[in-house]
Structures are given as structure tokens and as C-alpha cells.
């Protein structure tokens, strides 16, 4: 069975600095990586996704990841946080052909001025 | 813009009632999904049904039953609320092909019985 497993928690920072959210995945088979933002009081949207071909993928809102699949893992990224990036992040993995999709813990991403 | 939608933004009610929380979505989307969520714990899918009166279970059905008799509207069922199913609600939906298609979520139901 798929599981994915989020490093942190909580990731406290400041306002425009640098922040990487740590995904990783266990599989044997080709998978699709997924990363969704849930900000507060909201349902969740798609950040961005891995699907095949460069390992570096860019989302929404400056966000990117990498997929590493020697470390299976699947790191999000972004160079300078803002305010409104405050919310929940998950990491979630689907099989192909399967239909469920395997979320992660959960890193809830707090930003300081 | 697609969007998918819950009955009830909170909901408080009392051990042993039946409870009904419903999602509709309007991207005739054929898969529909119903998670909990829980602090620490991420998402855990409950039901889902990939067409009109068919379902499945995921990993965590225990003392839950869904119903989708419209492919726009997927019900979940609370036979008996206990305190222990106090959490968030998330529905979502997707086309059927390809695992490659994100989900689309509703906005979450913040259920409490008391």
C-alpha cells in the first residue's frame, strides 16, 4: 500500500524568506504526485502536480517542487513566503489506473512579519 | 468555474441522531469522494462512487453509509452520530479517467456532536 509522509508538522517562518515543505512517498510503482493548499476556512485547491518529464514542476503563487525519484520524495519549495501564504499543505500520491488518492499528515505553514 | 459544493458550513448535533451531509458538484464529474479530517492525521477517505448507485469503501468507513442516487450529488450518512465522529467533512469530485486529474473539493462541513 501507498503512504506518504510529511516531515513537518508546522513550519514557522518569516515573511520573504525561503521555505521548503518536505513530502516523502513509499512505492514500487509509477506514481502521480500532487500538492494541495488548504487555506483557512476553505476546501482544498491543487498547488501543482508531477505527472512524467522534468522533475521540477511550478504551481500557483510561486510555488514548485521537485520530484526525486532516487529519494521518493517530492519537496515544495518557494524562494520568498508571503502573508497570504499562511494555510495547510498536504502532499498526496495516486497509483496510475487507481482511483484514491493517498494524502499525507498535513504541514501547516505559518508566516511571521 | 467548476465548483463543488456542501449543504452546511457547521453543524452541531447530539449523539445518536442521523445525520446527512451533501455535496453536489456541477462538472458532471463521474468519481466522487468523501474524506474526514483531522488535525495530524490529513485527509482519510470514507466512501467513494464512480457512478449513479455505486460505491466503495476507502479506509476508514466504520459507521458511515453514502448514497448518490444523481451522478451531480453524493450523500454521506451518519446512521447514529457518536462524539468520536466529531471532525471536518470534505467532499470532492473528479472524472472518472485518469489518475492523473486532480480533485475539485468542496468547502468542508465542521461537524461537532455532542
Known amino acids: 500500500a501507498q503512504s506518504v509522509t510529511q516531515l513537518d508538522s508546522q513550519v514557522p517562518v518569516f515573511e520573504e524568506a525561503p521555505v521548503e515543505l518536505r513530502c516523502n512517498y513509499s512505492s514500487s510503482v509509477s506514481v502521480y504526485l500532487f500538492w494541495y493548499v488548504q487555506y483557512p476556512n476553505q476546501g482544498l485547491q491543487l498547488l501543482l502536480k508531477?505527472?512524467?518529464?522534468?522533475?521540477l514542476v511550478k504551481g500557483i503563487n510561486g510555488f514548485e517542487a521537485e520530484f526525486n525519484k532516487s529519494q521518493t520524495s517530492f519537496h515544495l519549495r518557494k524562494p520568498s513566503v508571503h502573508i497570504s501564504d499562511t494555510a495547510e499543505y498536504f502532499c498526496a500520491v495516486i497509483r496510475g489506473g487507481a482511483q484514491k488518492l493517498v494524502f499525507g499528515q498535513g504541514t501547516r505553514l505559518t508566516i511571521n512579519p | 468555474d467548476v465548483k463543488v459544493t456542501q449543504s452546511s458550513r457547521y453543524l452541531v448535533k447530539r449523539t445518536g441522531e442521523k445525520v446527512f451531509l451533501e455535496c453536489v458538484q456541477d462538472?458532471?464529474?463521474?468519481?466522487m469522494f468523501w474524506y474526514r479530517q483531522d488535525p495530524g492525521l490529513g485527509l482519510r477517505l470514507i466512501y467513494f462512487s464512480y457512478d449513479v448507485k455505486m460505491k466503495e469503501k476507502g479506509d476508514i468507513p466504520e459507521g458511515y453509509s453514502v448514497s448518490r442516487e444523481k451522478k451531480e450529488r453524493f450523500s454521506l450518512i451518519l446512521e447514529s452520530a457518536s462524539t468520536n465522529q466529531t471532525s471536518m467533512y470534505l467532499c470532492?469530485?473528479?472524472?472518472?479517467?485518469?489518475?492523473?486529474?486532480?480533485?475539485?473539493f468542496g468547502p468542508g462541513t465542521r461537524l461537532t456532536v455532542l
Open positions: 462538472m458532471d464529474h463521474e468519481n
Open positions: 508531477y505527472l512524467s518529464g522534468s522533475t
Open positions: 470532492a469530485s473528479k472524472p472518472l479517467q485518469g489518475a492523473y486529474n486532480e480533485q475539485f
